[in-house]
């Protein structure tokens, strides 16, 4: 990973059509140094279906970091730093951050990761765009991308069901999701996610995650990302998989679907 970020930059300040070669060529360099490293991955899928919390896990059982671009960017809104103010205006409407900032906040964070000496990585809302997706493949290899599904009435009823406690960041979910079968849709039951009770008066809710805002990420999503699983299916590296149902009856299914054991120990075997 240690030249991921490097390259990363250098594709953010090559963002013209002239510099399509170059990044062809730093591809080539990229590929040299990522002959033996950890799984890097991609996580997509619509708003609320889970990216996080899948991602997460899996990167615990892998043994790489999971790289969430949300949560950099809110970190970055937190941190009441030049970005913030024109990020947040951004972010509560439910649009997309510029390529430019992503990727700039993305290769700081690799960056850091490179320094604590961390290798390979699960990347959780990134690429959302053909043009970042293009800019990742020109930088380096991805193994493999898990595009999870969910229908999308459950995906509204999951963001407002959302709260993270504001002191020890844990995430919740108090939507209790009992969505019948019909047109051609699973019947989904998802039970709440409750957090424990020292937690409870410390919930907070994302800005965004208000069901006007919800419906534009979702509407978003359908314009700009959707093409970006298309981009990963004819490249033959896209895992599609349907969530079955909450955490319980989900995670053994995708975990079956990765070909992973969860030993509870980070040798898992990964095929
Ligand atoms: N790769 C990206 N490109 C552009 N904007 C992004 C990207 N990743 C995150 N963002 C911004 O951060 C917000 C929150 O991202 P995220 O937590 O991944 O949300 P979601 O729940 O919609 O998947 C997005 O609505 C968008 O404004």
């Not at 170059?22 to 033996?36: N, P, W």
Request: proline residues 5%.
């Amino acid at each position: 990973m240690a030249i991921v970020h490097r390259l990363l930059r250098s594709a953010a300040a090559a963002f013209s059509p002239a510099a399509a070669a170059a990044r062809r060529g730093l591809s080539a360099l990229a590929a040299e140094q990522t002959l033996e490293r950890n799984v890097q991955w991609v996580f997509l899928g619509c708003p609320g279906v889970g990216k996080g919390t899948y991602a997460s896990r899996l990167s615990q059982l892998v043994g790489v970091p999971h790289i969430a671009t949300g949560d950099l960017v809110r970190e970055e809104l937190a941190s009441s730093g030049p970005l913030s103010q024109q990020l947040a205006e951004i972010v509560n409407q439910g649009k997309l951050v510029s390529d430019e900032i992503i990727i700039d906040l993305l290769s700081k964070r690799l960056e850091r990761g490179e320094t604590k000496g961390e290798s390979g990585f699960i990347l959780d809302g990134f690429p959302r765009t053909v043009g970042q997706a293009e800019i990742l493949e020109g930088v380096t290899e991805i193994d493999l991308v898990v595009n999870l599904k969910l229908r999308e009435d459950v995906l509204l009823e999951k963001c407002l069901g959302r709260r993270t406690c504001s002191q020890c960041g844990g995430n919740f979910n108090i939507a209790s999701i009992n969505a019948e079968e019909g047109n051609g849709k699973p019947r989904i039951c998802m039970p709440p996610l409750l957090p424990p009770a020292n937690c409870m008066s410390k919930l907070i809710t994302r800005a965004d995650d208000t069901e006007e805002v919800v419906k534009k990420r979702l509407h978003i999503y359908n314009e700009m990302s959707r093409p970006v699983e298309e981009f990963y299916r004819k490249r033959g590296k896209l895992l599609e998989f349907d969530l079955p149902g909450g955490i319980p009856e989900s995670w053994p299914k995708l975990l079956q679907a990765l070909n992973i054991e969860d030993h509870d120990d980070k040798q898992c075997a990964v095929a």
